[in-house]
């Protein structure tokens, strides 16, 4: 039920805080959504942070609400109101308020029973990956292929670091 309501919120947030102009942003919402769905994939029988049902029939539900709106509509408020002409301290500032939005979401979402962490994986992990995160969206926007090296760099650090290895993955 968390990811309903997540997903209600964020759509409500997109209608009243993006920007109308949505297209120049479409090729990073793809890359936000095409990561989610990746990890969901490659990790299938291996995941570090699981979506669990929550009150919904199946855990594919707010699997998909994740990847199809949560992603792409964060994602979309994010890019349409970063500073890009302002100063270095004011990007910071605005990168520090989506990561302290998201790991205040992911934690009540663990507290509620919408996620679970396995493996290691933790929410100081959950952090430094929202970080890194948030820094590749900004890259991707303006450097798609930077941003694409850099993450395939990023996952493989994350797949040596949790033992993700090919034999584990679908």
Known sequence: MIAIAYSIIWIVAA??????????????????????????LICYKYQLWQMEPN?????????????????????????SKYPFRKGLSSQVLYISLFVVLFVILEFLSIKWGAITYHHNWNLLWSLL???VMFIMLRIHYQRPLLALILSV???????????????KMK
């Open 55 to 79: 009150g919904l029939p199946f855990a594919m539900i707010p699997m998909l609400l994740l990847i199809l709106l949560g992603m792409p509509l964060s994602t979309w408020i994010y890019l």
């Open 129 to 131: 990956f929202v970080i």
């Open 153 to 167: 760099i990023f996952s493989v650090f994350l797949c040596l670091m949790f033992d993700v290895s090919l034999d």
């Open 15 to 40: 209608f009243k805080l993006a920007d109308r102009n949505w297209k120049p942003y479409y090729p990073t919402l793809l890359y936000a959504s095409f990561g989610n769905a990746l990890y969901e």
